[in-house]
T-cell receptor, first 114, second 114 residues
Framework: AQSVTQPDIHITVSEGASLELRCNYS??????LFWYVQSPGQGLQLLLK??????LVQGIKGFEAEFKRSQSSFNLRKPSVHWSDAAEYFCAVGANNAGNMLTFGGGTRLMVKP | EAGVAQSPRYKIIEKRQSVAFWCNPISGHATLYWYQQILGQGPKLLIQ????????DSQLPKDRFSAERLKGVDSTLKIQPAKLEDSAVYLC????????????FGDGTRLSIL
């Protein structure tokens, strides 16, 4: 069975600073990997996804993530954080079969200091 | 394109009462998911439908939870009787199909059990 660990429950960064959110997964084969963002009182919005190919994936809102098979990681990055990026971020792994079921990490809450 | 619609947005009931949630997926999406998101945690899959058939309901507490998607479009999730630990946000998502297709989420129903 697959699992996802997001080691950082809370992260605070200053506006304009760079950001990296960590995600480690456990899965027996090459997984599908996703990052979602959730603002208070709202559902989850897809930021980016990795299926195969180029290990550096570009997403919306200036986010990118890098798949590192050797480290079983899929960390999310942004070079310059905006106050509107404050939200909860979830990493998810999907099984590489027909089921399409996602397993989510516990989330990282990002706070942005002015 | 219209997103995933869920209602109601909020529901407060007493324990042992029953409650139902409704979801209308994105038009043309064959796969529909119900997730439970307890405060401070990532979403956990309860049930997945492919058209009007159940793909996976292994994490659905079947003694009190039920779900249906009779015509392969809208879906309802019911809890009867509710317990205190059912307090959570219930998220509905849909995807075009399986095979790694990204899931699109509704804004959820926040359920509080008194």
């Amino acid at each position: 069975a697959q699992s996802v660990t997001q080691p950082d429950i809370h992260i605070t960064v200053s506006e304009g600073a760079s950001l990296e959110l960590r995600c480690n997964y456990s899965y027996g084969a090459t997984p599908y990997l996703f990052w979602y963002v959730q603002s208070p009182g709202q559902g989850l919005q897809l930021l980016l996804k990795y299926f195969s190919g180029d290990t550096l994936v570009q997403g919306i809102k200036g986010f990118e993530a890098e798949f590192k098979r050797s480290q079983s990681s899929f960390n999310l990055r942004k070079p310059s954080v905006h106050w509107s990026d404050a939200a909860e971020y979830f990493c998810a792994v999907g099984a590489n079969n027909a089921g399409n079921m996602l397993t989510f990490g516990g989330g990282t809450r990002l706070m942005v200091k002015p | 394109e219209a997103g995933v619609a869920q209602s109601p947005r909020y529901k407060i009931i007493e324990k042992r009462q029953s409650v139902a949630f409704w979801c209308n997926p994105i038009s043309g999406h064959a796969t529909l998911y119900w997730y439970q998101q307890i405060l401070g945690q990532g979403p956990k899959l309860l049930i997945q439908f492919q058209n009007n058939g159940v793909v996976d309901d292994s994490q659905l507490p079947k003694d009190r939870f039920s779900a249906e998607r009779l015509k392969g479009v809208d879906s309802t999730l019911k809890i009867q009787p509710a317990k205190l630990e059912d307090s959570a946000v219930y998220l509905c998502a849909s995807s075009l199909n399986t095979g790694g297709q990204p899931q699109h989420f509704g804004d959820g129903t926040r359920l509080s059990i008194l």
